[in-house]
């Protein structure tokens, strides 16, 4: 079998081939413009392929809900250009293949359970903190939907008393991407991320929001693991941070033995940056299963 994945980003599209065996056997990137534009490459790539399925992470908010009216549509986005586009139904009609769809972060988290730092594992949250803050749920073996899909990076956190800074969420005074994505640190700081590496105080302040988020998170979902990607968490002295600060929160009040170790408990992503697209690889896999059952 070759199936095809399809990472849809805001600002790029990664296409990759792959086996049954998690195999990525080649990769194409091409920046995201108008679906005009973009999408008789998309097409044309996976047609010369062959593909037997297609599986796609996309950009939300998105309806991921299999079977139902609007699956595979682009909701309310900020990129105009795709708002209300069904990114599903053109693959299936040119391609005439099974099309599994989630969202990006959910596919990265499927990755890491599937072929990274939470192999095996069936209770996991993938929290990745970039542009914006995501997180992909993964909890009794299967990715979570419900109405339509987890918005975790909205989730709201008390704001530090010393931090000035602004909340960029448009929607929230003090939501978790509002105050902890990259572009809020750069916003609050006058620079980017990467160049604050050195400035101890930003670290304090994100692991103090990062570990909020995620005692959240953990309350709620009881997740054996919990995975930490995406751009900003390339500064790895956070790493430490946030654990030392989860644990100050939690203080004691619940205990596992997964929380008594927390530096295999709260761990960064596990496959170098091709957790997305490994996740849509084994999206790709499950949607053909489910045709050959049906
Ligand atoms: P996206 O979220 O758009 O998919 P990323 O996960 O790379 O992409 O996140 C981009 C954000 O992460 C930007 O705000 C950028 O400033 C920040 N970032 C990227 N690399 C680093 C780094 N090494 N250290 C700190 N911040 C970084
Ligand atoms: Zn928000």
Not at 36 to 63: C, H, N, Q, S, W
Not at 100 to 108: E, I
Not at 119 to 141: F, H, M
Not at 160 to 176: A, N, Q, R, V
């Amino acid at each position: 079998m070759r199936y095809g994945a399809l990472e849809a980003g805001g600002t790029k599209m990664v296409c990759a081939i792959g086996d049954e065996n998690g195999n990525l056997l080649e990769q194409y990137t091409i920046p995201t413009l108008t679906p005009e534009k973009t999408m008789p490459e998309l097409i044309r790539y996976f047609a010369e392929r062959r593909i037997d399925a297609l599986g796609i992470g996309a950009f939300g908010p998105v309806d991921v809900v299999p079977g139902s009216e609007s699956f595979g549509k682009i909701l309310h986005t900020p990129k105009v250009a795709w708002r209300d586009y069904n990114i599903v139904e053109p693959f299936v009609q040119a391609l005439s293949v099974p099309v599994g769809l989630d969202t990006d972060v959910n596919a990265a988290c499927l990755g890491e359970v599937m072929y990274g730092a939470a192999k095996g594992l069936t209770d996991v949250v993938y929290l990745t903190v970039g542009t914006g803050i995501g997180a992909g749920i993964y909890s009794g073996g299967r990715l979570v939907h419900g109405m339509l899909h987890p918005e975790g990076g909205h989730i709201l956190i008390q704001r530090h008393p010393k931090d000035s800074g602004e909340c960029i969420c448009p929607c929230h005074t003090h939501c978790l991407e509002g105050l902890a994505s990259g572009p809020s640190i750069e916003k609050r700081w006058g620079r980017k991320a990467i160049a604050l590496t050195d400035c101890a105080e930003v670290w304090e302040l994100e692991s103090d929001y990062l570990a909020q988020g995620i005692m959240n998170l953990l309350l709620i979902l009881s997740p054996q693991r919990i995975i930490l990607g995406g751009g900003v968490m390339q500064q790895k002295q956070l790493f430490p941070l946030v654990r030392q600060k989860l644990a100050k929160k939690l203080n004691g009040y619940y205990d596992t033995p997964e929380l008594r170790r927390l530096e295999t408990y709260v761990v960064p992503a596990g496959l170098d940056g091709a957790q997305g697209i490994m996740g849509c690889l084994y999206l790709a896999q499950n949607a053909k299963l489910l045709e050959t059952i049906e």
